[in-house]
Every structure is written in C-alpha cells, then in structure tokens.
C-alpha cells in the first residue's frame, strides 16, 4: 500500500493549488490522514489533518482560512486546498495516514508520530 500526493507546481503569489492524496493497492483502513510540509533547510511542520471517524479537521495556524481539507471516500482519496498562496507556503508537500491503533486524539493530529504511512511529497513553488 502506498500513498500518492500529487498536484504541486508552480504558482504566483495569491494563487491556488488543490494537493491531492491516493491510496494505492489494496483499500486501507484509516483512523486519520494528515498533511505536512517541509520548506529547504527547516523541519517538516504539520498543515492539517482530518480525523476520519468523525470527520473533524484540524489546521496549523498558519494556513487557517486559506486551506481546506476534503475528503471523498469513494476514490479513497484526500484533498488539500490551498489558496491565497504565500511564497512561505513554498515546500514539499506530504500525505500521511494513521492505519495502525485507535482514532487518534485531537492534539495527536499534529504529531507526525501519529502517522505510520507517508506519501512521496509533492513540490508546491510560490513565486512572489
């Protein structure tokens, strides 16, 4: 089983970009599904995150009112749309999914120890 993200690119400042991540090979029980990002030379930070049991979403301050999680089970697929793009938005993008354990709690979203299943990345350039 893997995760796929894809739809990064280049885009100018104030634009948008829908992210999206699939899983592939055999249907994956999930408790969560997360993005995060890591800018050159920083750390990888938490973007957001959709608990899957109840649907609730958490989101980095950041990216508050600028981005929006969605979901559609039927392609098994998550969505991470982002607009109002800044040039600090520019990072690599990833996916990742909690397969193993119970629904996490509110403040495990955050935590990428939550998440045992990660995506590739996907690059995402904010050109000023």
């Known amino acids: 089983v893997q995760l796929q993200a894809s739809g990064g690119g280049l885009v100018q400042a104030g634009g948008s970009l829908r992210l999206s991540c699939a899983a592939s090979?055999?249907?994956?029980?999930?408790?969560?599904m997360g993005w995060f990002r890591q800018a050159p030379g920083k750390e990888r930070d938490f973007v957001g995150a959709i608990r899957w049991g109840d649907g609730n979403i958490k989101y980095a301050d950041s990216v508050k009112g600028r981005f929006t999680i969605s979901r559609d089970n039927a392609k098994n697929t998550v969505y991470l749309q982002m607009n109002g793009l800044k040039p600090e938005d520019m990072a690599v993008y990833y996916c990742?999914?909690?397969?193993?354990?119970?629904?996490?709690?509110?403040?495990?979203?955050?935590?990428?120890?939550?998440?045992?299943?990660w995506g590739q990345g996907t690059l995402v350039t904010v050109s000023s």
């Open positions: 990742a999914a909690r397969t193993i354990g119970a629904m996490p709690i509110w403040s495990m979203l955050a935590d990428e120890r939550t998440y045992d299943l």
């Open positions: 090979g055999r249907t994956i029980s999930r408790n969560a």
